[in-house]
């Protein structure tokens, strides 16, 4: 699976930003996706998880009400909508999937950086 994430970039505080997170390659056996994000001197946690083919959702508690994630028709191409950015949403942000039943494997995206100005 290869996954190809857009959309970063610089917005001030209040802001909104889209990212998308196209996957290809052996999409059937996508679990579930998701975004994560890892600012500077801080462990990669996670923002925001889908699975796929039933559509359930989880956020951070620290985004709750503020990022939406949803996927495509496809199911192919994943979004995190992000809206009342703050400048602790400054990160870089990455996509994930999660591939294959038995053993399943995480699969990761480059990261795109979103910087929030005060």
């Known amino acids: 699976v290869q996954l190809q994430a857009s959309g970063g970039g610089l917005v001030q505080s209040g802001g909104s930003l889209r990212l998308s997170c196209a996957a290809s390659?052996?999409?059937?056996?996508?679990?579930?996706m998701g975004w994560y994000r890892q600012a500077p001197g801080k462990q990669r946690e996670l923002v925001a998880g889908i699975i796929t083919k039933i559509g359930s959702t989880k956020y951070a508690d620290s985004v709750k009400g503020r990022f939406t994630i949803s996927r495509d028709n496809t199911g192919n191409t994943v979004y995190l909508q992000m809206n009342s950015l703050k400048p602790e949403d400054t990160a870089v942000y990455y996509c994930?999937?999660?591939?294959?039943?038995?053993?399943?494997?995480?699969?990761w995206g480059k990261g795109t950086l979103v910087t929030v100005s005060s």
């Open positions: 390659g052996s999409i059937s056996s996508i679990n579930a």
């Open positions: 994930n999937a999660n591939v294959g039943l038995l053993r399943p494997t995480d699969y």
